[in-house]
C-alpha cells in the first residue's frame, strides 16, 4: 500500500474535515489546496502546515503530485473540478450534493465510468457506528419486512433574516437547497439502510423568509451568525421540505427537512419500521441505538464493540464508554475510499455499501428531480426517474 497523496478544492466550514479525517488515516496526506484566492490559499495552507498552496484549482487538478482530488468546495463546482479531475486521471472524492442537476450528476458518472478512475460521495453520516450496526440488523432479517420510514433533518442555522450561506442561492448550491444540501444524507441512508430503492415521491415545499440579508462583503460560512452591512436578497429556495416516499417492496416513508428549526442543532433522526420490530437513530446520540418489540422489552443499546454484529465492529475505534461521532463517522467513510484506492482496486469491484459512488449521487439527483416536481405540480406522486 503506497502513501497517497490528496489535493483537496475548496476549504469553508468542510473542507477542514476533509482535512482531518484523511490525516487520522496514516497513509493519506493532504499535500495541497485550493480556495477562493491564491492569497486565502496561502494563508489556510500555512495555518493547517499543508505543504502547497495552489492559485486555482485548475492549477491543483494538473499537478502529476496529486493522486486524488477531493472537491469541498460550493456544490456549483463539483461538477466542473470533477470532470477536470478525471479527465486528468485522477481518482475523485465529492462532497454531497454531487451536482447542481442530474445531467450533471449523468455526465459526471459516464465520465468516470469510462475513465476507470474511483469515484466517491461523501455521504458520511451512514458510516457512523450504530447505523451500520443497523442496517447488519436489517439485512440478517431481526426486523423482518421493512415496512416503514420516518425521520427528519432539522437546524437552526438559517431561523433569522440576518443568517446567509450560498447554500441559498440556487446557482451555487442548487434549486432546492436545503431539502437536496441536507435531506440528501437522508436519502442517501434509508436506501442504504433498508437495501430498498425508493420509486416515488410526494414533496411540499414551503417558503417563510422572502427577503434575506445577504453580507454586503461576500459569503458567510455556514453556521456563522450574521454581522456586518448586508443588502436585500430575494430568497428563491424553500425553507421546509415535507415528503413522502414510496419504496420498491410497497412500503412507505415520512421525511422532513429545514435549517429553520430553533433548538435543533444537527438533528437528523430516521426510524426504519418492520414486520418483527423497529430500530432508531439520532444524530445528537450517535453512540444509542434504539431497538423496538412488540413481544419483549425494547432496548437502548449503547456502543461496545463485543455487542455489536461482527461484520461492522470495525467501524468502532474506541472501547465502550468512550464517544465517538460525527469525525469518526467521516474517517471510517474516508478509511474506505482511500483504502480501497491505495490497494489499487478497480472501480468496477465497488458495490456501493463499502462507499458512495457516483451512481450513489446520480440516483439521489435524481430523486431531488422528483422532488422538485412533485412540489412544483401540487403535491402530486411523481416517479424516480434514473
Not at 434575506?212 to 448586508?230: K, L, V
Not at 469491484?349 to 430523486?367: K, L, M, N, Q
Amino acid at each position: 500500500m503506497k502513501k497517497l497523496r490528496v489535493g483537496i478544492v475548496g476549504f469553508g466550514f468542510i473542507g477542514p474535515h476533509h482535512m482531518d479525517a484523511i490525516r487520522r488515516l496514516g497513509f493519506a496526506e493532504v499535500t495541497g489546496i485550493a480556495t477562493i484566492s491564491a492569497a486565502d490559499a496561502q494563508a489556510r495552507a500555512a495555518q493547517y502546515f499543508i505543504p502547497r498552496a495552489f492559485a486555482t484549482w485548475q492549477e491543483l487538478v494538473a499537478d502529476p503530485a496529486i493522486d486524488v482530488v477531493d472537491v469541498a468546495a460550493p456544490t456549483a463546482l463539483h461538477a466542473p473540478v470533477a470532470l477536470a479531475a478525471i479527465a486528468a486521471g485522477k481518482h475523485v472524492i465529492v462532497d454531497k450534493p454531487m451536482a447542481l442537476t442530474s445531467a450533471d450528476t449523468k455526465v459526471m458518472l459516464a465520465a468516470a465510468q469510462k475513465a476507470g478512475v474511483v469515484n466517491a460521495l461523501t455521504y458520511t453520516i451512514r458510516y457512523n457506528v450504530m447505523l451500520q450496526h443497523a442496517r447488519a440488523l436489517i439485512a440478517r432479517g431481526d426486523l423482518g419486512e421493512f415496512r416503514y420510514a420516518q425521520g427528519h433533518y432539522l437546524q437552526e442555522w438559517l431561523l433569522k433574516d440576518t443568517d446567509f450561506n450560498w447554500r441559498l442561492e440556487p446557482e451555487q448550491g442548487g434549486a432546492l437547497g436545503q431539502v437536496a444540501d441536507a435531506g440528501a444524507h437522508w436519502y442517501d441512508m434509508v436506501q442504504h439502510l433498508t437495501g430498498r430503492k425508493i420509486v416515488r415521491v410526494l414533496a411540499d415545499l414551503t417558503q417563510f423568509i422572502k427577503v434575506r440579508q445577504r453580507p454586503a462583503d461576500g459569503q458567510r460560512e455556514a453556521f456563522a451568525a450574521g454581522r456586518g452591512p448586508t443588502v436585500d436578497y430575494q430568497v428563491k429556495v424553500p425553507d421546509l421540505g415535507m415528503i413522502l416516499f414510496e419504496f420498491d417492496n410497497g412500503g412507505r416513508g415520512l421525511f422532513s427537512v429545514s435549517a429553520m428549526a430553533a433548538g435543533h442543532k444537527n438533528d437528523l433522526s430516521i426510524e426504519l419500521c418492520g414486520a418483527k420490530s423497529s430500530v432508531r437513530w439520532h444524530q445528537e446520540r450517535p453512540d444509542e441505538l434504539w431497538i423496538g418489540h412488540r413481544d419483549e422489552p425494547n432496548q437502548t443499546l449503547v456502543k461496545d464493540p463485543p455487542l455489536l454484529d461482527p461484520s461492522v465492529r470495525r467501524y468502532a475505534a474506541l472501547p465502550g464508554g468512550h464517544a465517538e461521532a460525527w469525525p469518526d463517522a467521516f474517517r471510517n467513510l474516508m478509511r474506505n475510499i482511500l483504502t480501497f484506492i491505495a490497494e489499487g482496486r478497480d472501480i468496477r469491484e465497488a458495490d456501493g455499501s463499502e462507499f458512495p459512488t457516483f451512481a450513489t449521487g446520480h440516483e439521489v439527483a435524481c430523486i431531488c428531480d422528483a422532488i422538485g416536481a412533485s412540489a412544483a405540480a401540487g403535491s402530486r406522486w411523481e416517479e424516480i426517474r434514473r
